[in-house]
């Protein structure tokens, strides 16, 4: 897919693109280098500072956050973005951000990334399959660029795009889903300091397979919402349907904040198993809003979370 570049009249149009540097050594120490399906990006460090926002949990290991991944545009299997995901190039890459924005147009992405400091925000990711992994991942606030690109006062919420790239993205091929994946977002919970878009995992570009060059990530709702690979971020004031949504509307709803009260229909989403830990290793309890309840619990007062689940 090419984007042709629009006359936007944004103020971060012309600029040289970010310099990386990156750490050769320490990457292929980490075991990453054979896991890693070639990232066009993947040359350099990215120049980092770390957040506040982090948890201080332990983070997994290159290699397991590489190897066991959901990314449906690659096939149904754990395993196969790390064998697939190679194939996608990622370089040029450009967003469209439309709708109901002041700025909209087609931005590169070194206009996206112009001027922004990137964060190391260690976070958790907790899947809806009840598995979970704690992620170094390197990032900024999607509201930082919201606020960029202007979002007018009719907007309600944000929806978001992946790729549509079949001839890269063999998984793709079939109609497995109704190709592009799409999530969204109630425009609050976006511009949310924990809402973040990431470029990166340990300090690196992000692996293609973990959603390269730039996913969404919201630590405090199931995996799926952390859509990867996005081209599209439309303001809207009706809220969007997201692929599993429409999928299996009994199973998947809007908010899929991380729940252990309210049960998927089919497994208990009371605990979970974080990766790398062995398959005999003992469940752990899942928390309330992923643990960042504190953060976010407000967002949802007053609204009955088994039905907006
Ligand atoms: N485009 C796209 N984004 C996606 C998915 C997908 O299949 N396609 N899977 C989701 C699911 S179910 C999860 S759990 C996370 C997994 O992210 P990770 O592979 O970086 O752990 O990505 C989410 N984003
Ligand atoms: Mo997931």
């Not at 506040?52 to 196969?80: V, W």
């Not at 969007?240 to 049960?263: F, S």
Request: with cysteine; net charge negative; charged share 25%.
């Amino acid at each position: 897919m090419k984007i042709r570049q629009r006359d936007t009249g944004l103020g971060w149009a012309d600029v040289t693109p970010r310099e990386f540097f990156f750490n050769r050594r320490a990457f292929l120490a980490a075991g990453g280098a054979a896991l890693i399906a070639g990232n066009a990006w993947a040359n350099d460090e990215l120049d980092v500072i770390p957040s506040q926002f982090s948890t201080d949990e332990q983070p997994n290991a290159l290699p397991d956050i590489a190897r066991y991944n959901n990314f449906y545009e690659f096939g149904l299997g754990k395993g196969d973005p790390a064998r697939y995901a190679g194939a996608l190039t990622t370089q040029p890459w450009s967003i469209r951000i439309d709708g109901l924005v002041e700025r909209p147009g087609d931005y590169s992405f070194e206009e996206i990334l112009d001027g922004v400091q990137l964060e190391e925000r260690i976070y958790r990711l907790r899947c809806v399959e009840a598995w979970s992994m704690v992620v170094p991942w390197v990032g900024f606030e999607l509201g930082e660029l919201l606020r960029r690109v202007g979002v007018q006062p009719s907007a309600r919420h944000v929806a978001f795009e992946t790729l549509v790239r079949p001839e890269e993205m063999r998984g793709q091929r079939v109609p497995m889903l109704d190709w592009p994946y799409r999530e969204g977002l109630r425009l609050d919970e976006a511009m949310h300091p924990l809402t973040i878009l990431a470029t990166g995992i340990y300090r690196q570009p992000i692996p293609n397979q973990n959603g390269a060059p730039i996913r969404l990530v919201v630590p405090w709702k199931y995996g799926f919402k952390s859509i990867k690979s996005i081209v599209r971020i439309t303001l809207t004031e009706e809220e969007p349907l997201n692929t599993w949504q429409d999928m299996a509307p009994d199973e998947y709803g809007y908010y899929a904040n991380v729940n252990p009260e309210v049960d998927h229909p089919r497994w208990s989403q009371a605990s979970e198993r974080r990766i790398g830990m062995g398959l005999f290793a003992r469940r752990m309890p899942t928390r309330m809003f992923n643990g960042y309840g504190d953060q976010v619990a407000h967002l949802y007062e007053g609204m009955d979370l088994r039905r907006y689940y």
